[in-house]
């Protein structure tokens, strides 16, 4: 029954799957540093914001499904300008311009560009863009609302506004097609003898000019709308995945490794303490542990939720009320086998106070089983939290993996076929889960030597 | 101890459950359905009010008619005896009372397929459902996992008791109900075989209705199984392993009878009362996971009642449904502690 913590570690080091389950383990929580220093916690509790999400593209999928495909779907791009400035006598004039070197084989969605400026005066702001042909078509020529002092001014303009269409008119002669009903990118981006993409680099220029003053592009962003975007691609709601998947990591490892902590060190106190004192005392708080036992878990965890709360810790306690029970039946079983040895009944007639005994005594004879048991049930932990997440009971400021597939679900992504919604939530809790399941294993075999002859 | 007194022991832990849960289930949600229950008496009071003409006419300006409305909802209050706090004892003696006996009341939204808002109507539709799918499943599981486990307990270290081993320790860490988004997505959406809904879409008079349950029931059928056999496998060999290394065993191979007949009828039978009792607790415990799993698959039975009660907060619902699943969960605790106890004798000295 005694270990010392080389030996363990030594037989442990033996097993392949406990190494399986350690390596798993270690990704997983680079993983969830990796989630701590690239997205702010702030930036995470906006997930569930549609507000700022408005620049991303709708139900896209991952851009890598690009590579398994011959016909190149169009990315999401969301493009950075490169500025510059000059001054022409006394008009100084700011242009913001964005390269993108356009390879898809599929119009663009839409585009859109955002911007913010700050400036005094009425600015004149125009949008052109010069396509891979040498072409220049001339999109927005605006002026900024007058101001009489410094001023800042939000706006946008999109792909659909029919001053675009106006102003590409102009050009209509070159192509050979008709261009009468057709949406402004499927002109800009088309070849000129037929209504196909023509590929290669394209550079939009924004310029603004002014007279009283020199204006500043504060936020300036091209959006050219695809189908595709990202590593893990985007929700119904525009949200990006990989950020929701990326921050689930420290959720689930939270969850499932508090929960299990505080379940097996409450069932061991309790059942060691209850086979320790024995008697009535053991009698009513194992009835207490049968009631607890017996009870159906979810659906007093759904209630719990509702009625009194969903904030991510009350579900972990909550976790707790229906985690302990079975560990103290077992711990109690173990402390009525320790105490009838030796050493133990002589620190009791030495005087020794109960709860030394216990805590100096039993306890750490129990400690690996213990450690086993903490590995063992942390699956069954995310497993539960994902399912009360999954049924929309979940923390709304910390979305986890179960409420990225509840999502998924209430939006019906499977049977609109969007894979990459509800397939890598689903994974990551499986392999979480693998994770402590193997070193689990590895561990009982350890503590349970019987188990190896088998 | 007897087994009689065994039995009675059990039967008054399991008593005492049942009303610790619904002790809980009545405090946690009392408070909402205090208010629940006085906003719809004072609703009522005002619609019998505004209904009759005569007394609307006596009224001469409005003061007077609200002060009257005030009073008889006071009244009404008082005879329900809702005046007092939901948690005095008499209240809460009350509820129980009137959920053991099976009074759930009426739904505050939801209703029966034929209309009713009866909640025990509800759930009366709703259980044979949940019954048939998942009593279905476990019986395909079990009979599944004691042939594979009984396979795989006797080549220990082969091929196959590997796979049973793996499929076990994978299979538990994925979510149910995730398999069954994805089994949607595979076989209703890639290759559209079986509905993506499995509620029927013929009424239940209609002749076919049988059929079409059981083409929709397939679907998730499958899903339980799939996930399920492979841990019942994981169970019954390892208790076929120990059963194995009984000295019994040694003695029937000595004596020369034959390797399958001591694992079917003689190994088989000792590890008979572990499997018996978890085939008891896996059928209570499939009743709870119901919930999530039949949301998951739009299956019309108990846990898709409860899961659309949460959505709207059903009390009466919640707390019915509670109730019965809870009752249910007990009676097979209660078996598999009988089976149990009358397999094996020493359970009952304990």
Same mark, same amino acid.
């Given at each position: 029954?005694?270990?010392?913590?080389?030996?363990?570690?030594?037989?442990?080091?033996?097993?392949?799957?406990?190494?399986?389950?350690?390596?798993?383990?270690?990704?997983?929580?680079?993983?969830?540093?990796?989630?701590?220093?690239?997205?702010?916690?702030?930036?995470?509790?906006?997930?569930?914001?549609?507000?700022?999400?408005?620049?991303?593209?709708?139900?896209?999928?991952?851009?890598?499904?690009?590579?398994?495909?011959?016909?190149?779907?169009?990315?999401?791009?969301?493009?950075?300008?490169?500025?510059?400035?000059?001054?022409?006598?006394?008009?100084?004039?700011?242009?913001?311009?964005?390269?993108?070197?356009?390879?898809?084989?599929?119009?663009?969605?839409?585009?859109?560009?955002?911007?913010?400026?700050?400036?005094?005066?009425?600015?004149?702001?125009?949008?052109?863009?010069?396509?891979?042909?040498?072409?220049?078509?001339?999109?927005?020529?605006?002026?900024?609302?007058?101001?009489?002092?410094?001023?800042?001014?939000?706006?946008?303009?999109?792909?659909?506004?029919?001053?675009?269409?106006?102003?590409?008119?102009?050009?209509?002669?070159?192509?050979?097609?008709?261009?009468?009903?057709?949406?402004?990118?499927?002109?800009?981006?088309?070849?000129?003898?037929?209504?196909?993409?023509?590929?290669?680099?394209?550079?939009?220029?924004?310029?603004?000019?002014?007279?009283?003053?020199?204006?500043?592009?504060?936020?300036?962003?091209?959006?050219?709308?695809?189908?595709?975007?990202?590593?893990?691609?985007?929700?119904?709601?525009?949200?990006?995945?990989?950020?929701?998947?990326?921050?689930?990591?420290?959720?689930?490892?939270?969850?499932?490794?508090?929960?299990?902590?505080?379940?097996?060190?409450?069932?061991?106190?309790?059942?060691?303490?209850?086979?320790?004192?024995?008697?009535?005392?053991?009698?009513?708080?194992?009835?207490?542990?049968?009631?607890?036992?017996?009870?159906?878990? *979810? +659906?007093?965890? &759904?209630?719990? =939720? %509702? #009625?009194?709360?969903?904030?991510? $810790?009350?579900?972990?306690?909550?976790?707790? @009320?229906?985690?302990?029970?079975?560990?103290?039946?077992?711990?109690?079983?173990?402390?009525?086998?320790?105490?009838?040895?030796?050493?133990?009944?002589?620190?009791?007639?030495?005087?020794?106070?109960?709860?030394?005994?216990?805590?100096?005594?039993?306890?750490?004879?129990?400690?690996?089983?213990?450690?086993?048991?903490?590995?063992?049930?942390?699956?069954?932990?995310?497993?539960?939290?994902?399912?009360?997440?999954?049924?929309?009971?979940?923390?709304?400021?910390?979305?986890?993996?179960?409420?990225?597939?509840?999502?998924?679900?209430?939006?019906?992504?499977?049977?609109?076929?969007?894979?990459?919604?509800? *397939? +890598?939530?689903? &994974?990551?809790? =499986? %392999? #979480?889960?693998?994770?402590?399941? $193997?070193?689990?294993?590895?561990?009982?075999? @350890?503590?349970?030597?019987?188990?190896?002859?088998? | 101890?007897?087994?009689?007194?065994?039995?009675?022991?059990?039967?008054?832990?399991?008593?005492?459950?049942?009303?610790?849960?619904?002790?809980?289930?009545?405090?946690?949600?009392?408070?909402?359905?205090?208010?629940?229950?006085?906003?719809?008496?004072?609703?009522?009071?005002?619609?019998?009010?505004?209904?009759?003409?005569?007394?609307?006419?006596?009224?001469?300006?409005?003061?007077?008619?609200?002060?009257?409305?005030?009073?008889?909802?006071?009244?009404?209050?008082?005879?329900?005896?809702?005046?007092?706090?939901?948690?005095?004892?008499?209240?809460?003696?009350?509820?129980?009372?009137?959920?053991?006996?099976?009074?759930?009341?009426?739904?505050?939204?939801?209703?029966?397929?034929?209309?009713?808002?009866?909640?025990?109507?509800?759930?009366?539709?709703?259980?044979?459902?949940?019954?048939?799918?998942?009593?279905?499943?476990?019986?395909?599981?079990?009979?599944?996992?004691?042939?594979?486990?009984?396979?795989?307990?006797?080549?220990?270290?082969?091929?196959?008791?590997?796979?049973?081993?793996?499929?076990?320790?994978?299979?538990?860490?994925?979510?149910?109900?995730?398999?069954?988004?994805?089994?949607?997505?595979?076989?209703?959406?890639?290759?559209?075989?079986?509905?993506?809904?499995?509620?029927?879409?013929?009424?239940?008079?209609?002749?076919?209705?049988?059929?079409?349950?059981?083409?929709?029931?397939?679907?998730?059928?499958?899903?339980?199984?799939?996930?399920?056999?492979?841990?019942?496998?994981?169970?019954?060999?390892?208790?076929?392993?120990?059963?194995?290394?009984?000295?019994?065993?040694?003695?029937?191979?000595?004596?020369?009878?034959?390797?399958?007949?001591?694992?079917?009828?003689?190994?088989?039978?000792?590890?008979?009362?572990?499997?018996?009792?978890?085939?008891?607790?896996?059928?209570?415990?499939?009743?709870?996971?119901?919930?999530?799993?039949?949301?998951?698959?739009?299956?019309?039975?108990?846990?898709?009642?409860?899961?659309?009660?949460?959505?709207?907060?059903?009390?009466?619902?919640?707390?019915?449904?509670?109730?019965?699943?809870?009752?249910?969960?007990?009676?097979?605790?209660?078996?598999?502690?009988?089976?149990?106890?009358?397999?094996?004798?020493?359970?009952?000295?304990?």
């Amino acid at each position: 029954m005694s270990f010392s913590a080389k030996t363990i570690w030594k037989e442990f080091s033996h097993s392949k799957i406990g190494i399986v389950g350690i390596a798993i383990l270690v990704i997983l929580f680079s993983m969830s540093i990796v989630a701590f220093v690239t997205i702010p916690l702030d930036n995470f509790k906006t997930w569930n914001d549609p507000a700022s999400w408005l620049l991303y593209p709708k139900s896209a999928q991952p851009a890598w499904v690009n590579y398994f495909q011959s016909e190149k779907i169009p990315e999401h791009l969301i493009l950075k300008p490169i500025s510059s400035s000059q001054q022409l006598d006394s008009v100084s004039v700011l242009t913001d311009s964005f390269v993108v070197n356009y390879q898809y084989d599929g119009f663009p969605s839409d585009f859109i560009y955002q911007y913010t400026a700050k400036y005094s005066g009425s600015p004149l702001l125009q949008m052109s863009v010069t396509r891979p042909d040498g072409m220049i078509l001339q999109l927005v020529s605006t002026s900024l609302p007058f101001a009489n002092g410094d001023t800042t001014y939000s706006s946008m303009i999109f792909s659909t506004q029919d001053v675009i269409t106006k102003n590409i008119e102009d050009k209509k002669t070159k192509y050979a097609f008709s261009l009468d009903g057709m949406s402004s990118e499927k002109i800009i981006f088309s070849k000129l003898d037929e209504n196909t993409i023509l590929k290669g680099p394209y550079v939009f220029r924004v310029h603004l000019y002014d007279v009283s003053g020199t204006p500043v592009l504060a936020k300036s962003n091209l959006i050219i709308g695809g189908k595709v975007y990202g590593i893990m691609g985007t929700d119904e709601l525009r949200r990006d995945l990989s950020v929701g998947l990326l921050w689930g990591t420290p959720l689930a490892l939270f969850i499932g490794i508090t929960v299990s902590i505080g379940s097996v060190v409450f069932g061991l106190v309790y059942g060691v303490y209850a086979g320790y004192k024995g008697r009535s005392t053991d009698e009513v708080m194992m009835r207490f542990n049968d009631i607890i036992y017996a009870m159906p878990a *979810l +659906p007093l965890l &759904i209630i719990l =939720a %509702v #009625t009194i709360g969903n904030s991510i $810790f009350l579900i972990v306690g909550f976790l707790v @009320i229906f985690g302990w029970v079975g560990i103290a039946k077992v711990s109690r079983s173990m402390a009525l086998q320790i105490k009838t040895l030796q050493y133990v009944e002589a620190s009791k007639l030495m005087g020794q106070k109960d709860y030394k005994i216990i805590f100096k005594h039993i306890l750490p004879q129990l400690l690996p089983y213990a450690f086993a048991s903490i590995a063992i049930s942390v699956p069954g932990a995310i497993t539960t939290e994902a399912g009360l997440s999954f049924l929309g009971l979940g923390d709304p400021t910390f979305p986890t993996w179960g409420q990225i597939l509840h999502d998924a679900s209430s939006y019906s992504a499977a049977a609109r076929g969007m894979w990459w919604w509800i *397939l +890598p939530p689903g &994974i990551m809790i =499986a %392999v #979480t889960g693998l994770a402590f399941v $193997f070193m689990g294993q590895a561990m009982d075999s @350890i503590v349970n030597p019987k188990l190896r002859q088998r | 101890m007897g087994f009689k007194k065994f039995l009675a022991k059990r039967a008054i832990t399991m008593f005492g459950v049942l009303m610790a849960t619904l002790l809980l289930t009545i405090i946690l949600v009392g408070s909402n359905m205090d208010s629940i229950s006085k906003q719809s008496a004072a609703l009522e009071i005002r619609q019998q009010v505004t209904n009759n003409k005569n007394l609307l006419s006596s009224f001469k300006t409005t003061e007077q008619l609200d002060s009257y409305i005030e009073n008889q909802i006071k009244q009404r209050i008082t005879a329900l005896g809702l005046d007092q706090p939901w948690y005095s004892p008499q209240r809460i003696g009350l509820s129980m009372y009137k959920i053991l006996t099976l009074d759930f009341g009426h739904a505050k939204f939801l209703t029966s397929d034929s209309g009713s808002s009866d909640v025990r109507d509800i759930i009366l539709e709703k259980l044979p459902r949940t019954i048939l799918l998942f009593t279905t499943a476990t019986a395909i599981v079990s009979v599944l996992g004691i042939f594979l486990g009984t396979v795989a307990a006797s080549k220990v270290n082969s091929k196959i008791d590997r796979i049973t081993s793996g499929l076990a320790i994978i299979s538990s860490s994925f979510p149910v109900w995730w398999i069954g988004v994805l089994m949607i997505f595979v076989f209703a959406f890639l290759y559209p075989i079986f509905p993506a809904r499995a509620t029927p879409d013929v009424s239940t008079s209609d002749p076919g209705y049988l059929g079409s349950l059981l083409y929709h029931m397939a679907l998730p059928l499958i899903t339980l199984v799939m996930i399920g056999f492979g841990a019942w496998a994981y169970l019954v060999r390892n208790f076929l392993v120990g059963v194995l290394q009984e000295d019994f065993i040694m003695a029937k191979r000595a004596a020369g009878i034959d390797e399958k007949r001591i694992l079917y009828s003689h190994a088989l039978k000792n590890a008979a009362p572990p499997i018996v009792t978890i085939l008891a607790l896996s059928l209570s415990g499939s009743l709870g996971g119901a919930i999530i799993t039949e949301a998951v698959f739009d299956w019309p039975g108990m846990g898709r009642l409860y899961f659309e009660a949460i959505s709207v907060l059903d009390l009466p619902v919640i707390i019915g449904a509670t109730y019965v699943l809870t009752a249910f969960f007990l009676v097979s605790v209660f078996v598999a502690d009988v089976l149990y106890g009358y397999f094996d004798p020493r359970v009952r000295r304990e």
